[in-house]
């Protein structure tokens, strides 16, 4: 069986546009193709447990300082903001760690 895959169209012809154009662009396929999963690595959810926690008080710290601030206006707005992405960058990565050892892809 042949499959050729043209501007997102499918076409299931043999031979469109002549041997040349379908040998370029076209995929031969002899069979279904079988994608087997490894097998799953056991997760230690107490360590990932442990380290998420640690990544949320960090987060917590940070925002803290940040509200504790008294100047009616932030003083370097960008060091917050490198401070507050951060923060979100490290709650993804806690919640993505979470994602992998709970809940198998």
Known sequence: MAACQTL???INHWKPRGFR???RVCVFASGPVMMSRPPRV???LQAVTRDVKAKI???IGELE???QQTN???LQPRDVYVDLDMCIHQLESAMSRMRSAWWSP
Request: aromatic content about 16%; glycine content about 6%.
């Open 8 to 10: 997102g169209r499918a």
């Open 21 to 23: 154009w379908f040998s």
């Open 42 to 44: 056991p997760v230690d």
């Open 57 to 59: 008080r960090q987060v």
């Open 65 to 67: 300082a940040i509200e």
């Open 72 to 74: 009616p206006i932030f």
